[in-house]
């Protein structure tokens, strides 16, 4: 199949950490990212795991992939107001160059 | 990390005219570039590939004579919507990969188009 499934909306208090969710379908992929849309503006690229690595940690954001049940997610750790955006999950498929994306998840952090 | 700059930002155009949106890669050569279409509160949808000195390379649905892709250059590569439509209004987003780049793309800033 060719969906990449996130939930839509998440909502957190600051300072708690957050974590992203992401499903995916194609057992060929190879590299799978995380990006992050700001409000009018592009994609920033978060980080990115080898799909023979189980997890991945830079900083405050830690990756974790589970690739029997195709499974990605992304945690944010002491969630900030400035982490508030739109989180895309995407994966590159065997040794294609295009990137499929996720629906995307909107992050809401509260004060 | 490498930069992509889009041009315009944002765009306003009567129905039936042409516009031109660019692509730069600054600080290093795109060997490939793909441009997106994002749909509010939507994902993206990858319009086409393009490589440098060839045609480009169209996703399924995608009209070729509308949305023309040229890539004359390892730093520039543009998308004209020709005789623009309302439906045509959306938000374009363009990324590029250099030669040596086997796990990242970087994206432009995006541009706003809007069809009146």
């Known amino acids: 199949g060719e969906d990449v499934e996130q939930s839509l909306f998440l909502s957190v208090r600051e300072g708690d950490s957050s974590v992203i969710n992401c499903t995916y379908t194609?057992?060929?992929?190879?590299?799978l990212y995380w990006y992050k849309q700001e409000p009018g503006a592009g994609l920033q690229l978060l980080t990115y795991?080898?799909?023979?690595?189980d997890m991945k940690q830079d900083q405050r954001l830690t990756v974790l992939l589970n690739k029997k049940d195709k499974h990605l997610s992304l945690r944010i750790a002491d969630t900030q107001t400035g982490d508030s955006a739109i989180y895309f999950c995407?994966?590159?498929?065997?040794?294609?160059?295009?990137?499929?994306f996720g629906t995307g998840t909107q992050l809401k952090v509260e004060l | 990390g490498a930069v992509v700059s889009q041009h315009p930002s944002w765009v306003i155009c009567k129905s039936g005219t042409s516009v031109k949106i660019e692509c730069r890669s600054l600080?290093?050569?795109?060997?490939?570039m793909f441009w997106y279409r994002q749909f509010p509160k939507q994902s993206l949808m990858l319009m086409a590939t393009?490589?440098?000195?060839?045609?480009?390379?169209?996703e399924q649905g995608v009209e070729k004579d509308k949305f023309l892709i040229n890539h004359a250059s390892l730093t520039l590569s543009t998308l004209t919507v020709t005789s623009a439509h309302p439906e045509d209004s959306s938000f374009y987003i363009c990324?590029?990969?250099?030669?040596?780049?086997?796990?990242?793309?970087?994206f432009g800033q995006g541009t706003r188009l809007t069809v009146v």
């Open positions: 990324s590029a990969r250099g030669l040596d780049m086997n796990t990242e793309a970087f």
């Open positions: 194609d057992s060929s992929s190879t590299y």
């Open positions: 795991i080898f799909s023979n690595m």
């Open positions: 995407a994966e590159r498929r065997g040794g294609g160059n295009k990137l499929t």
């Open positions: 600080d290093f050569q795109a060997t490939t």
């Open positions: 393009s490589n440098e000195g060839s045609k480009a390379t169209y």
